[in-house]
């Protein structure tokens, strides 16, 4: 019985969330497969190699993690905890939508800022997820809502940070912030006005980072257009399914 309930409880989340557990599995095979297998050199964003018609690039990048463990655990719990959150409240459709629109278009801004660089990880389309998200009001279960908010707040307030100042002063600012907005969207139960923080915060990092030619801050704007521009679609055209923890 109770292996026939686990079952059971594991179907109804893959059901659920579907997208999130495909990609994340998809993206952790590739980065187990990158230490026994050359895959950054096929996969891996190559300006050249594009402009040589490789296009694929600028969508295989997601699946190679070229720092390491540090990228692809950072990343992971990104894709995770927002990107459910994200599948929780707006449904698979959106999810694909907002991740494949970040990761092309700040894919693209990367290759034209810095011709030179070679690059890889799942960050554009975590960073696709902030920003959809962070206009989405995800409050329930209290836990998950907090998490998903203080992982926005870091992910983009630690990179403004970072180009600006370097790491200790990324470290810093994103920790600082994060702990205020968190606090801030807990004790004023996800008021309106402690949310709306939040999307400031990530609005005005995202700006930071596009001044800076910084991609990541082209994928969470580009994430969170696609979330308004959804909003113009008549109700229920855009949406696989609802879910009772949104709000």
């Given amino acids: 019985?109770?292996?026939?309930?686990?079952?059971?409880?594991?179907?109804?989340v893959l059901r659920r969330y579907p997208v999130t557990i495909v990609v994340t599995a998809a993206v952790t095979l590739g980065f187990a497969l990158q230490w026994f297998l050359p895959l950054a050199d096929v996969l891996q964003r190559d300006p050249q190699a594009i402009g040589e018609g490789q296009w694929w690039r600028v969508l295989t990048s997601v699946f190679v993690q070229g720092s390491g463990w540090g990228q692809y655990i950072f990343n992971t719990l990104g894709m995770v905890v927002v990107g459910a959150a994200v599948e929780r409240t707006r449904g698979s459709m959106q999810w694909l939508a907002a991740a494949l629109v970040a990761q092309l278009g700040a894919s693209i801004?990367?290759?034209?800022?810095?011709?030179a660089v070679h690059d890889s990880g799942s960050s554009l389309v975590v960073g696709g997820l902030v920003g959809m998200l962070t206009v989405t009001r995800f409050v329930h279960p209290t836990p998950w809502a907090a998490t998903a908010a203080g992982y926005r707040v870091f992910f983009l307030s630690y990179l403004a940070a970072l180009a600006l100042g370097g790491p200790v002063v990324g470290a810093v600012t994103g920790s600082v912030l994060t702990g205020i907005a968190v606090a801030a969207v807990i004790r004023s139960r996800f008021a309106t006005w402690a949310l709306t923080g939040v999307l400031a915060v990530v609005v005005a990092a995202s700006v930071v980072l596009v001044v800076a030619h910084d991609q990541?801050?082209?994928?969470?704007?580009?994430?969170?257009?696609?979330?308004l521009v959804v909003r113009l679609i008549p109700r229920g055209a855009g949406r696989t399914r609802s879910?009772?923890?949104?709000?």
């Fill in 1 to 12: 019985m109770v292996e026939m309930a686990q079952a059971t409880g594991g179907t109804a």
């Fill in 109 to 115: 801004a990367a290759v034209v800022w810095a011709p």
């Fill in 216 to 227: 990541h801050g082209v994928a969470a704007l580009l994430g969170l257009v696609v979330a």
């Fill in 243 to 247: 879910r009772p923890g949104s709000a």
